[in-house]
């Protein structure tokens, strides 16, 4: 049994890892000993005894002094920011800021009264020197010289803020259960451009998407979109295939084979019932490897090769996972040991060997590139302010190709995920491994600069789930529950700062879930720097339980009637999401006290919408949660329902007013129910009508019903 100590706790403390916190419910919880001590040694670290986690501050203290520099200086546009330089005792050194330009910028020494420190035998003393404001944004060096040496660090200057936008609405999408007539039984980007070109004629400004980060080439696939391979590149089972140029050159004979293979899945009535990626990416890569036959143009072939030289090792390191990963399997541990270090020598002869599937991997990513500038280009020249607007999620899965590029990243024997709270007193467990602050630092915030600006190079937007994990994620140690766990602290001036940077190069915006435990300086502190938060209806309300008026919503921010956690709005009115819970076996209480609690929920927010006029007196729910069956206008009565709600919405003061695609065309199916994994199919159900019945994206949007619906969100 590990015993607590002061040295346990310092250790845990100057490494960001909290010792205690308080729980939903205001409680103050101290962290145990063994879970201090699997997290230190989750990021290498040795805290088992006094004496160990004693040793272990003090090489970190002597680390600190062996580095002439840190290992990345951050700082906003307009604040002062005072760099320490460790060198042998008693040197002059000069500081200076190299910009990305080449431009020097001159530092100022300044006061530094900390006593010299003998590390490794060595006396070495600490100078101070003031970074001047004003420099221009971008990645920077800091240089240090002294006696004829020298070193350097990467610098990051941030903005201070992001331009909140001009206020808009726009639908969110979860793309692949959008089909058409034209795709190939998952929604794809042809479908995506549909649907851009729909809502900018009725005066949207942007598109929200699901993340379409990368899956494993492999089947079966996951089918949740917030656990991918890689978050950086993306999953080419989006890809219309029609659409790329070089399929209008394809012969005779190659058009038939590709034809033959979309009539697997276009024709089954399995892949229309349910959306199945099992069917369908075996189908669509085998047309792919057809199209990939065909010859480009010199212009397609000099884009192709801008495009690998523009994403550099990075793009060459996840092809050469999902070729390994297509012949030995998506899980890398069980690969030869050489190839499963990313710098072998092994690993390079396997590549030569199979060049042309590392090859065919890159464009996979190159037609990606392709369509969605494709669909950006067309939202933003048909007048959206913002255009298409991507998601990230949290993490990614712990044997897929980011983890494999980069092992040191991400810490191991643990995982991510959420302590407990009133809906989930077991916690969750999210089977995602962290990345490590510390190595995060060590790489100067690379890998997420890398993350942050690819994702960024054809959107307007990006949405980042769970934003408090630039903060602070719970870390939860291998084989113990979600309750054991403990909140490991970022540097969220970093993070944020490289999100901001990226996104105001883009000129895009950028949204921050910030739903659930958020301490209240994380909204404040996003506010200040122009990150918008998120806002659902059913969850805005005073401390008395009263729904928040529309004037008090926080103008900095997305404000929604529902998500992609809860129900479609009418399938929510109906209480879907208390019969799927009761027909799981997830209800935490007797379905008559979930029933009579849910119904008085919405009851109170239906009856503020009719005080402000919104909802007629003769709109009324009918016990339990449904409206009268086989009654005259009960369709219309329910649509009025939901209307009258985004109306609530319109009446905020929120910059983007959002609207699920599912309630436009009257969806009552629930694409996901968290808590689950096989008990109910999350991620695999279509775009469905008020029936239930699979609905095809055209024929979803012509109707009335659709239309009245943008109208309101327009402020008719």
């Known amino acids: 049994m590990v015993v607590a100590s002061p040295q346990l706790h310092r250790l845990a403390g100057d490494l960001g890892i909290a010792t205690s916190y308080y729980d939903t419910l205001g409680r103050h919880v101290e962290v145990s000993a063994e879970t201090l001590v699997s997290v230190l040694a989750a990021m290498g670290i040795d805290g088992s005894t006094p004496q160990a986690a004693e040793a272990a501050i003090d090489k970190r203290k002597d680390d600190a002094w062996l580095r002439a520099l840190p290992y990345v200086v951050v700082m906003r546009q307009s604040q002062e920011h005072t760099v320490e330089v460790h060198v042998p005792d008693g040197h002059a050194i000069v500081v200076t800021v190299v910009l990305e330009d080449g431009r ?17 035998g060595v006396v070495r003393g600490e100078a101070s020197f003031r ?41 969110m999408v979860q793309l692949y259960s959008v089909r058409s007539a034209d795709s190939w ?20 400004g942007y598109v929200l998407t699901n993340p379409m980060h990368a899956a494993e080439p492999t089947v079966p696939q996951e089918a949740s979109p917030y656990l991918p391979t890689s978050r950086r590149f993306g999953n080419p089972i989006y890809l219309r295939i029609e659409d790329i140029p070089e399929y209008q050159a394809l012969s005779w004979p190659q058009r038939t084979r590709v034809a033959a293979r979309r009539r697997q899945v276009s024709g089954d009535s399995q892949t229309w019932e349910r959306i199945d990626r099992d069917r369908v990416w075996p189908a669509k890569v085998a047309a792919l490897r057809v199209v990939h036959e065909a010859d480009r143009t010199a212009e397609r072939e000099e884009a192709y090769r801008r495009y690998r030289f523009e994403q550099e ?34 690993l390079d002869l396997w590549a030569e ?96 600069r890398a993350l942050v600006g ?75 720097r122009g990150v918008l938060g998120t806002s659902i209806l059913w969850w805005e309300k005073h401390h008395d339980g009263r729904p928040l008026e529309p004037e008090h919503y926080r103008e900095a921010c997305m404000a929604s009637v529902t998500t992609h956690d809860l129900p479609p709005t009418a399938g929510y009115l109906q209480l879907a999401h208390v019969r799927l819970r009761q027909e799981l076996g997830v209800l935490t209480r007797p379905i008559g006290e979930e029933l009579a609690a849910e119904i008085h929920e919405q009851q109170v927010f239906l009856d503020a919408c009719r005080a402000r006029g919104l909802l007629a007196e ?42 699920a695609l599912t309630d436009l065309v009257g969806d009552v199916r ?47």
């Open 185 to 204: 039984g998952i929604g794809d980007l042809g479908d995506l451009r549909t649907l851009v070109d729909w809502v900018v004629a009725r005066g949207a």
């Open 618 to 659: 003769e709109v009324q729910l009918v016990s339990p949660g449904r409206f009268e069956a086989e009654q005259p206008g009960d369709e219309q009565a329910l649509q009025q329902t939901v209307e009258a709600l985004y109306r609530y919405l319109v009446g905020s003061r929120a910059r983007l007013l959002n609207v």
């Open 353 to 448: 060997e199979h060049a042309d599937e590392v090859e065919f991997q890159m464009w996979l990513q190159w037609l990606l590139d392709e369509q969605q500038d494709a669909v950006q280009s067309a939202a933003r020249q048909a007048g959206m302010a913002i255009g298409v607007m991507g998601d990230l999620a949290v993490g990614v899965n712990e044997y897929g190709a980011e983890t494999w590029a980069n092992p040191g990243l991400y810490a191991r024997g643990v995982t991510v995920g959420a302590p407990p709270d009133p809906y989930n007193m077991n916690g969750q467990n999210w089977s995602q491994p962290p990345m490590r602050p510390d190595e995060l630092a060590r790489q100067g915030y690379a890998p997420f």
């Open 670 to 716: 629930i694409q996901n129910q968290p808590g689950t994994s096989w008990e109910y199919p999350n991620w695999r159900i279509p775009l469905s009508a008020p029936d239930g019945r699979p609905v095809l994206l055209e024929d979803g949007l012509a109707t009335s019903r659709a239309e009245d619906l943008a109208a309101v969100l327009r402020g008719e």
């Open 454 to 528: 690819t994702l960024l190079r054809h959107t307007g937007g990006l949405r980042v789930d769970h934003i408090i994990g630039l903060f602070r994620l719970w870390w939860i140690p291998e084989g113990r529950p979600a309750t054991e766990g403990t909140y490991v602290y970022y540097d969220h001036e970093a993070m944020v700062g490289v999100l901001t940077l990226e996104a105001h190069r883009a000129g895009a915006v950028i949204v921050g879930e910030d739903l659930g435990t958020v301490e209240p300086y994380v909204r404040d502190y996003l506010r200040e």
């Open 313 to 346: 090792e990075g793009l060459v390191h996840f092809a050469r996972w999902m070729a390994l990963a297509t012949t030995y399997g998506a899980d890398w541990r069980l690969w030869d040991a050489p190839l499963r270090d990313v710098r072998s020598a092994e």
């Open 131 to 171: 970074l001047p404001t004003g420099l221009p944004l971008g990645y920077h060096r800091v240089t240090a010289e002294w006696d004829g040496r020298s070193a350097w660090a990467p610098m990051i200057v941030a903005p201070d803020r992001l331009d909140l936008p001009e206020r808009t609405w726009g639908p």
């Open 104 to 120: 020097t910028v001159p530092t100022e020494q300044v006061d530094n009264w900390e006593p010299p420190r003998v590390v490794d």
